[in-house]
């Protein structure tokens, strides 16, 4: 049974930094892809972030160049290093198994970041 656990998001002004972790268990990461998504108000989910099991990453046009994924297989968990935030990054993130939203059957409870101008 799937379980994620995202933690690490919360206030910060624009230009800051915040590094969010994500937990899993019953996911091998050493052979799972994940993603980092994110939900604004009154806006779709999307995907911010993703890593294979063979470390490839892929970035959401937004965010290239500012947030960075990572994973370490033997303490099962993925992170995300965001830095210079912006307003528009204020959003709950999840983290999940999978790389297409579509596919994706089970979220974590997500975190909030909150990006003030």
């Known amino acids: 049974q799937v379980r994620l656990v995202e933690s690490g998001g919360g206030l910060v002004q624009a230009g800051g930094s915040l590094r969010l972790s994500c937990v899993a268990s019953?996911?091998?990461?050493?052979?799972?892809?994940m993603g980092w998504y994110r939900q604004a108000p009154g806006k779709e989910r999307e995907l911010v972030a993703s890593?294979?099991?063979?470390?490839?990453?892929n970035y959401a046009d937004s965010v290239k160049g500012r947030f960075t994924i990572s994973k370490d297989n033997a303490k099962k968990t993925v992170y995300l290093q965001m830095n210079s935030l912006k307003p528009e990054d204020t959003a709950v993130y999840y983290c999940?198994?999978?790389?297409?939203?579509?596919?994706?059957?089970?979220w974590g409870q997500g975190t909030q970041v909150t990006v003030s101008s």
């Open positions: 890593i294979t099991s063979d470390g490839y990453t």
């Open positions: 999940a198994k999978g790389a297409e939203i579509a596919t994706i059957n089970y």
């Open positions: 019953g996911v091998l990461l050493s052979v799972a892809t």
